[in-house]
């Protein structure tokens, strides 16, 4: 079963194709990740899902449900979260702080519904920190939480990030390459967590550059092109693409 379904998708920045005609599936509870060389268009995909800025025609579908025309933020409750190339940690803030920022979801849903069996505001409170907590020690970050988030390294913000993100209660997650950056025991530190995310039932896009990170944690890849799809499938079809191999190759070539 399919949790979203992007059909006909099309965007351009006056004469600049972005997005032009992707179409595909995603499905639920999998890992998908979205490839391909700088400018191919993948941040500007996510910004159509999340509608950031709107498409100029097509249809993305989340559980049956049309996003398009909906607004960020009404995207956001229906359990569509995503994260930014460039981490944004809000200053000012510690990371505990940071990674609890992401409740609001939750609490804009209603804490009738969400939390009718809590007894009161403060244990709820106490249950999203310790929440918060085991997601930091899941990333190293645990013994970091009551430090300004800023004084991270970009690494680890970026990361942070990520939890921030799992604050919310994703359904439907997207990661705007979550791994650049980050040092190899980071990296490890990544995937073990996008693991996890996944064996909690959430569906998983990552744009992400790493090959051998996306050969051990995806199920499905896609590949644009200048804003095209030229390729979709298990990462080991993809590996031996040559039309991938040659849209990488032409890449450094240039
Ligand atoms: N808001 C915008 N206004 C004008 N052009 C844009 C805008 N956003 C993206 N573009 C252009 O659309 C194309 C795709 O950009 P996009 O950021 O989606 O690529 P990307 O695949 O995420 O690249 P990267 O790997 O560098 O992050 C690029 O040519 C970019 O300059
Ligand atoms: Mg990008």
New binding site residues.
Partial sequence: MSTLEIRNLKKS??G?L?TQDVSFNVASHSLTALI??????????F?LITNL?PSDSGSVKFDGVELRGLSPSAIARLGVIRTF?TARVFPGMTVLENALAGRHRLLRHGIASQFLWLPGQRREERQLAERAMALLDLVGLADQAQRPATDLPMGAQKLLEVIRALMAQPRLLLL??PAAGLNDTETAELAALLRAIQACGVTVMV?E?NMSLVMTIADQVIV?EA?RMIASGPPAEIQANQRVIAAYLGQEAA
């Avoid at 191919?40 to 995909?45: D, I, M, N, S, V």
């Fill in positions: 920045f006056g600049l972005a391909g060389p700088n400018g191919a268009g993948k941040t500007t995909l910004n800025f190339q705007d390459e744009v550059h644009l804003g």
